[in-house]
């Protein structure tokens, strides 16, 4: 029996390539099961990520998580954030207007979600955050030219989290009521230029 692959929904993120940041070269690597899982667990566990992850405990609850997108529609892609060589962060990028979370803000056609955790406790709290979100969202931008927004929607309690994005260039909007919390959505909109202003008179 032939499998059918997912649809490509958000442009072969595998193939977004590198990322140039003054922390070094960064790229985006989809995540492989079962190689991946023992590095995502030891993460998912820590008090600090499971507190908003609340995808803590045995290797079936990360390993569950993961096959519901890797064996999805392809709306939704979970990745390891690969920074100088060393794995160091975990991303879902998705689409935002076919997720769930379409239902709770007026989604437009190809808005692209973004969620982060920055693994290693070595990582957190030197601005990482922000650098690689403003990264991720400028590729996401340039690789997607039918998405016109990048959008996310961390947890109001994570103010570490609404900062970094405020920090990349997302906008604080609305305040969300979701299923398992509250959130603030964040959106970075694409900047396109005035052409009216570059015309001839």
Known sequence: MTTVPPADLLDGVGGWGAMATVAGAFRLRPVRLPDDLPLLVGWMNDPAVAEFWHLDGPVRTVEDHLRVQLGGDGRSVPCLGVLGGRAMSYWEVYRADLDPLGRHY??????????????????????????????????????????????????????????????????????????????????????RPATAARRSP
């Open 106 to 191: 007026p989604a437009r056609p190809h808005d692209t979600g973004i969620h982060l955790l920055l693994g290693p406790a070595d990582t957190r709290g030197r601005g990482l955050g922000s650098l690689l979100l403003r990264a991720v969202a400028d590729r996401v931008l340039r690789a997607r030219p039918a998405c016109d927004r990048v959008v996310a929607e961390p947890d109001i309690r994570n103010l570490a989290s609404v900062a970094a994005f405020a920090r990349a260039g997302f906008r604080r909007t609305v305040e969300l009521e979701l299923p398992d919390k509250r959130a603030v959505l964040m959106v970075r909109r694409r900047v």
